[in-house]
Structure formats: C-alpha cells, structure tokens
C-alpha cells in the first residue's frame, strides 16, 4: 500500500464519518460544520486526482453555500437566537475539530503533494494541452446524460420544496389579501359622525 492510498482512505474515512455527523447531529449548526469538513474531504480527493475545477468548484460553490444554506435553515425552523448565544461555546469543540482535520488534509494535499513531490504518488501527467474541465463536460454530456438529468431534477424538487416550506402558513405572519382589498367598501372602514358644536364657557 502506498502513500497515496494511505491518503485516499484517510480522506475517505473523514469524508464518510462527517457525512454521518451532518445527517446524525441534532443541532443545525453542528450539522454544518461537519458538512463543511465532508466537502473539504471530497475536494482534498479530487486533487489527489488531479481534477483541480471540481476541487476549487466544490470549495467555492458548495462551502461558499455553506453559511447561506444554514441561514436558511435558520429561517425556516424559527430557531430562538437567545438560546443559540447562551449556547454558543457548546459548538466550539465541534468547530475546533472540524477546523484542525481541514488544516491537516490541505497540508497532506498540499506539502504531499506538490512541495515534496514523489513522497505522495499522483496519476501520470496529462498531454499538452488537456483540459479536466473539457475532458469532464464530454463524460458529462455523453456517457452520464441520464444521471445528470435525473440529478437536475431532484434538485428541482427540492428547490421546490424548500419554496413550499418557506411559504406556509403561520400564525404570526401578517399578510395582505388583494381579493378583500379589491372588495372593499369606505362605509366598511369610514364613519362620518355628527357632533354639535360645543362652545368653552368664559
């Protein structure tokens, strides 16, 4: 066994055991840390790849998500914002651990990799003038249309989803109906009263 596979499997055991963490964990912002650490792990093995766009594009698009994704999920669960400041130094542990495992894998990638070449295996050179990203689009397109397609389309259900979720009815949420606006009447919300005149005694 090899230096690269020593590597693979660390990476694929932190990656696994963080995916476990995000579904297992009772605390949403838990859960996001450890879904930060699953998708470090997933790019750290893509660039022992070589497949450096889905590495930077899973880091940029779906980490960069991170934070916005648990805003919304703030949203949606009405979470008490007291309660998560009393409670703020129980995800400190969590957030060191998962802080700790990304530094060490983009050391190992890294220093493993490219500053010490030869101690960390890597797949044989590409041709002059390849693209992973040209390359990855014809696989995409070609020999895994029906996946992508069936992937596109859960992603619109959950998109849908996730609208529904945001839009249903609560009891304190105020809100306007335009058909009771249209139907109004002003003797319904105007009434003139007659008062006599009174005048201030001297």
Do not use: C
């Amino acid at each position: 066994m090899n230096a690269q596979t020593i590597v693979f499997y660390a990476f694929a055991a932190i990656l696994v055991f963080a995916a476990l963490r995000v579904i297992t964990s009772h605390n949403p912002v838990h859960s996001a840390l450890w879904l930060v650490l699953s998708f470090f792990s997933a790019a750290g093995i893509w660039m022992l790849l070589q497949a450096e766009f889905l590495a930077i594009a899973l880091v940029l698009v779906y980490v960069g998500a991170v934070m916005v994704l648990f805003l919304f999920v703030v949203m949606m669960l009405d979470v008490n914002f007291d309660k998560m400041r009393e409670g703020f130094k129980s995800y400190i542990p969590v957030a060191a651990t998962v802080g700790v495992l990304i530094l060490i894998e983009m050391a190992v990638v890294v220093i493993g990799g490219y500053l010490a070449p030869g101690s960390t295996p890597i797949p044989a050179q590409a041709a002059p003038g390849y693209s992973n990203t040209s390359a990855l689009g014809r696989q995409i397109y070609t020999d895994y249309a029906f996946p992508f397609e069936i992937a596109a389309v859960i992603l619109l259900v959950a998109i849908i989803a996730a609208i529904g979720l945001t839009h249903r009815t609560r009891r304190e949420t105020k809100y306007q109906n335009p058909n009771a606006q249209v139907k109004v009447r002003s003797a319904d919300r105007l009434r003139i009263i007659d008062m006599p005149v009174e005048k201030k005694e001297s």
